[in-house]
């Protein structure tokens, strides 16, 4: 206790960087919780990121790196696109508050870039607090359908989901399951990673699974499947063909045996498929959610053809839609003329062809660097977004503009962050060979 206190007094603990490096930890673990259940502590998390920026003892010499973070410096593109559209918005209060919300694409960024990195067990920390803390809440809720799976299976058949346990909504969370099943199994493979850990980890994963399936949440199995397939062919093409077959067998048969087996999945089968056959014979959609978002798509198509190039601002973007709808209104109430729930077609109704750029470059610039594409916790990052990206208009919901937002900075910038700092380091002399070589039986 009394180092401890002598560090604090006598400042090293400050110039070490290790009070930066805590303070960012700290960030890192108050995002996931926010993520989840608290949702003040997202809010305060970048907050404290920047503290831990300000907090960096060598923050002059960091301060470079910033303009030489590709990932950070797309993010900021963002922003500065939208400070440009407001040269021919018309809803500026509308595109006041995004402003605001745009600055988590600064202030992210600028803490994965600028504050001492993250040590590898206290990553570790943050991706096993993230994978065991989703599963326990996928658990929890998972319980919640047992106390009552009749009503639960009824609410499913007329398209209704069950929110998380601690009220975080389901097509977030749906997706935040994703992530935590396959993180949870590299993370498995951690040279950090304790006999307890792994355990831990291969049991999140298995109710993981089970919750995805229990619960039936759509864009989470797409997410889910969708990755074991990707992840079988690339066995396939990498000659591992016993392996990539069953589990390519795996993904055929899944499906499948929850359908045959699970109430909640036939149910929502069922609903799907009705929901949409209902848009497609011309009927009453105005109590089917996939039907209107499949009225939501063609109404942003006629948008994206007048606007392609800088679209209609991406503060006037919902209002361009109930401009359309108010000429074909697809028999849908004022109530029930919803957003686009596809992020591509959204931007391009915000942005035009120069928004759709900007984006697709932040999604998958990082493939472009070698650090970056050869990292799988980014890969896996990277693929669930941009298939969720099919079916959710991310940006339009607070929860899941943080969950992108804190998974790019925690993996995409810090990633980039520290093939920075390899680069910029110098490299030790080596000691010559007889000194270099091991003793007999090391």
């Known amino acids: 206790m009394q180092q401890v206190v002598e560090a604090f007094t006598s400042g090293r603990y400050y110039r070490s960087g290790r009070l930066s490096q805590h303070l960012l930890w700290l960030a890192c673990g108050a995002g996931v919780a926010g993520l989840l259940a608290f949702r003040a502590l997202i809010a305060l998390s970048p907050v404290v990121g920047m503290v831990a920026v300000l907090a960096n003892p060598r923050l002059g010499a960091a301060l470079p790196r910033y303009w030489r973070n590709g990932a950070a410096l797309r993010a900021a593109a963002l922003v500065a696109f939208l400070l440009l559209s407001g040269c021919y918005t018309s809803q500026w209060p509308i595109w006041r508050h995004e402003l605001f919300r745009s600055l988590t694409w600064l202030g992210v960024p600028l803490a994965f870039t600028l504050a001492v990195p993250l040590s590898r067990g206290q990553r570790l920390a943050v991706g096993a607090l993230f994978v065991l803390s989703v599963a326990a809440v ?3 809720t998972m319980g919640q359908y047992l106390l009552n799976p009749t009503g639960a299976n009824e609410a499913i058949r007329i398209g209704q989901n069950m929110q998380a346990a601690t009220g975080t909504f389901h097509i977030a969370f749906g997706i935040m399951l994703a992530q ?5 199994l ?3 493979r951690h040279p950090l990673a304790g006999r307890v850990l792994r355990v831990g980890l291969l049991a999140a994963v298995a109710g993981i699974g089970l ?12 997410l889910l499947y969708t990755g074991l397939l990707a992840y079988a062919l690339r066995l396939l093409a990498r000659r591992h063909v016993l392996a990539g077959g069953l589990l390519l067998l795996g993904v055929g048969l899944g499906p499948w045996l929850a359908y045959r087996t699970l109430e909640s999945v036939e149910q929502r089968v069922s609903a799907t498929v009705y ?10 959609i105005n109590d089917y959610s996939l039907a209107r978002r499949l009225a939501a798509v063609e109404t942003a198509g006629t948008i994206i053809r007048q606007h392609w190039l800088l679209g209609v601002g991406p503060a006037d973007a919902y209002t361009a839609m109930l401009d359309q709808y108010s000429w074909r209104t697809f028999g849908l109430r004022p109530e029930n003329r919803v957003n686009v729930h596809n992020q591509y077609l959204s931007t391009l109704v915000g942005g035009g062809v120069v928004g759709l750029g900007l984006w697709l470059a932040l999604l998958f610039g990082p493939l472009i660097r070698p650090a970056t ?14 298939v969720a990206m099919l079916v959710v208009d991310i940006l ?3 929860i899941s503009l943080n969950l992108f937002v804190f998974g790019y900075g925690f993996l995409v910038v810090a990633t980039e962050t520290d093939f920075l700092l390899a680069r910029d380091t110098p490299e030790l002399p080596r000691p010559p060979a007889s000194a270099a070589a091991p003793a007999p039986g090391a």
């Open 186 to 188: 590299l993370l498995r």
């Open 396 to 398: 339009s919901l607070q």
């Open 275 to 284: 929901d949409v056959s209902q848009y497609l014979e011309g009927q009453d």
């Open 373 to 386: 594409r050869r990292n799988p916790f980014v890969a896996v990052f990277i693929f669930t977004q941009a």
């Open 180 to 184: 935590a099943f396959f993180w949870g």
């Open 211 to 222: 919750t995805l399936h229990v619960l039936a949440y759509r864009t989470g199995l797409l």
């Open 138 to 140: 996928g658990l929890a």
